[in-house]
């Protein structure tokens, strides 16, 4: 790894996950706030079960359920993607389509360390992102009168960061293999929703039920931390995810020429 490639791509991207993480603790915030006041007037909402599962079973009735359903469904792994994959689409492909990387490259690094350092910077930042969520967690669930106890807090954001990393290394081999932002963006985005989507309605169908299996929201949601904690085969396959992505993305780059 290369240590000044790493700061160089950690420091590109501060000021985007920083705004990110406090606004994710305000809307922790309010989220707790509300629930005393609306939470159990909502219940359980009686929906189809492809689409309570989209919501994170759509149950308001209890902190777990509220958190759940407002936060962990869709708002924290819409952030911390957003987050992994903007850095990892911009300093592979971004980088390299506004002729800063071979600028760099001029420079004594390998590219295999350049785009590990790349990989780690963004591991770094899905992490800033979890750790906010915590934060705001800890704070919010106080807001709501308690009920989900600090370990399962932590293991919803080991969770979430363990997404966030998944995604965002399907931007940053797409980016180093290819050397386009725009379809490195899209490809993980496209991952990232179609996997959402799956997950909630593969179930209905049981001709295609094991398609859940492909989604990375599956291994991010399927035990339900803020329930039953850290689900650790969940995490080892989200951590397998990107490390194999990580490598096909610096194969690919080592063995190619750069965009003109």
């Known amino acids: 790894m290369s240590g000044p490639a790493f700061r160089v791509a950690l420091r590109a991207r501060l000021p985007m996950t920083a ?35 989209l919501l994170g079973g759509a149950d308001y009735a209890n902190p777990t359920g509220w958190f759940r359903s407002e936060i962990a469904s869709i708002y924290g792994p819409l952030l911390v993607a957003a987050v992994t994959v903007t850095a990892a689409a911009t300093t592979t492909a971004g980088e390299e389509e506004g002729g800063i990387l071979a600028l760099v490259l001029s420079h004594p690094v390998a590219r295999s360390h ?23 967690l800890v704070s919010g669930v106080a807001l709501a009168g308690g009920g989900i106890s600090v370990a399962r807090m932590g293991a919803f954001s080991l969770q979430l960061a363990g997404f966030g990393l998944a995604i965002g290394a399907i931007a940053l081999a797409v980016g180093a293999g290819d050397g386009r932002r725009s379809l490195a963006v899209g490809t993980a985005v496209g991952v990232a929703v179609a996997g959402w989507l799956i997950n909630g309605f593969a179930t209905l169908v049981p001709a295609i039920a094991w398609s ?49």
């Open 19 to 53: 705004s990110v993480a406090v606004g994710l603790i305000a809307v922790l915030l309010a989220t707790g706030a509300l629930f005393p006041a609306v939470g159990h007037t909502f219940g359980k909402l009686n929906l189809p079960s492809g689409v309570a599962r």
């Open 114 to 136: 350049l785009v590990a350092s790349k990989a780690v910077a963004m591991a770094t930042l899905a992490l800033a992102v979890a750790a906010a969520a915590w934060i705001g």
């Open 212 to 260: 859940r299996f492909l989604s990375p929201f599956y291994y991010y949601a399927r035990h339900d931390p803020l329930t039953r904690g850290v689900d650790l085969s969940g995490l080892a396959v989200l951590g397998a995810i990107s490390v194999t992505l990580v490598a096909v993305g610096i194969t690919a780059f080592r063995s190619r020429d750069l965009r003109a």
